[in-house]
């Protein structure tokens, strides 16, 4: 029977999720990635240098995408015990208590984190210190050289523990690098409830949009306001200023991210987008949690979690001491998180917006088909919101004094 087609043999978007895997694995090095118009990386082979031994379409996980979970998989709801420590983290924290159990026990944390250049790539943490640029959500498509997954490789032949975070298809590609069959017993995986990713290229777009209106540069930003569950878009700048939204809608990325106007193009037909994960853990935020689990605090996130292997399972027992949980079932999160059982939906826009950025401009592109009709309404909303807390606590200090 013949082995299924990849990008490789088809050159077909939709059957690239842009992982790496086929670079890693080449042992002549004759595979690159490049960029298309739309910053989406893609592998490019270097015929002249090919030996034809075909490990790249082995390797690649798209064409026979196959979960790992166990069955049943146990679902909760959870936060960190540690309520300063969840403030630092994108919802419960969970990411964090199982990475500081490996560093703890002299293993590595690879996930994504920005360079000095707002890039996004997969590095490491092997202190509590450097584990810092890893927390955080961050709504792109991270860069995975093609010595990683080597490195972790060689990290669990020497019987190291290492933990991989990232998207359901840079999980299942480091899986069918290290062993397509069995799990490593020092390899603890996680994948991030995915809802498509955006490229570089169309984030480095955006910051010079900010940069632009700013008249200044833009030296950090985060994509969620970590001490309250919900804020959006966190930017600092380099004459001293700071920027907040209230909301994803106010910001032209993040609208057109949440709305799936700008994920690649193999997004909108994940295979990895099922109950059934390629993970030993899933994490996510638990939306809508504040109304089902009124024994957790929402006020900092709440956490889906998603055990889906023994070794899952295993690490899930390391951390629970940490934790305030409630074990519930995975329909008590789909409704507000389709994105664990299906792919975001392609919209239409998606086959014209990156060509309406290239000709009309981006800030002509964030003042139109990113933003929403009710713009100007959110922006009153949230001001009168914001004006309305603020009084409030005015009130409260001039009550006390």
């Known amino acids: 029977m013949p082995s299924p087609l990849t990008y490789l043999d088809t050159v077909d978007k939709h059957a690239c999720c842009g992982c790496g895997a086929c670079i890693s694995v080449c042992p002549v090095n004759c595979i690159s990635m490049k960029a298309d118009a739309e910053g989406f990386l893609y ?48 919802s419960g924290g969970i990411f964090y208590a199982i990475a500081k159990w490996i560093i703890q026990n002299s293993g590595i944390v690879y996930g994504a984190a920005f360079d000095n250049k707002l890039k996004l790539r997969h590095t490491t943490a092997t202190t509590l210190e450097e584990l810092e640029a890893l927390r955080g959500s961050k709504y792109i498509q991270s860069e995975i050289s093609d010595v990683t997954f080597k490195e972790i490789k060689a990290h669990l032949q020497a019987q190291r523990w290492c933990y991989f975070v990232g998207t359901g298809c840079q999980v299942a590609a480091l899986k069918s690098f ?17 809802h498509g990713v955006p490229s570089q290229w169309l984030f480095d777009t955006h910051i010079r949009h900010l940069e632009k209106q700013r008249g200044s540069k833009v030296t950090q930003y985060q994509f969620r306001d970590n001490s309250q569950w919900g804020g959006a878009e966190i930017v600092d700048y380099e004459n001293g200023e700071r920027s907040t939204l209230p909301s ?24 990895f987008a099922t ?28 956490s889906f979690c998603a055990v889906n292997t023994e070794q899952g399972a295993n690490m ?19 409704p507000n998180n389709s994105n ?12 014209s917006i990156f060509e309406t950025i290239r000709t009309k401009g981006y800030d002509y592109t964030a ?5 929403p ?27 006390a004094l």
Not at 181 to 192: C, E, F, G, V
Not at 340 to 350: A, E, G, K
């Open 340 to 351: 664990l059982v299906r792919p975001t939906p392609r919209p239409i826009i998606r086959d």
């Open 178 to 194: 290290i062993s397509k069959d069995k799990q490593h017993p020092y390899l603890i995986t996680s994948d991030i409830i995915c």
């Open 43 to 90: 592998p490019k082979i270097e015929t002249d240098s090919c030996i034809n031994c075909n490990t790249c379409r082995a390797v690649c996980p798209m064409p026979s995408a196959v979960s790992t979970s166990s069955q049943p998989q146990h679902i909760y709801a959870c936060q960190l015990k540690a309520s300063e420590e969840r403030k630092r983290s994108s």
């Open 275 to 302: 109950q059934h994960r390629v993970s030993d853990i899933t994490l996510g935020d638990f939306w809508g949690g504040a109304k089902l689990f009124k024994t957790l605090d929402a006020t900092t996130g709440i």
């Open 367 to 371: 003042k139109t088909a990113f933003k």
């Open 316 to 334: 899930w027992q390391n951390i629970v001491k940490d934790i305030d949980y409630v074990e519930t079932d995975i329909l008590a999160a789909i």
């Open 373 to 399: 009709q009710n713009y100007m309404k959110l922006r009153i909303i949230y001001f009168f919101l914001r004006f309305s807390f603020i009084k409030r606590i005015k009130n409260l200090l001039q009550a």
């Open 248 to 271: 994803y809608s106010l910001s032209p990325y993040l609208y057109a991210f949440m709305n799936g106007f700008v994920s690649r193009e193999s997004c909108y037909e994940c295979p």
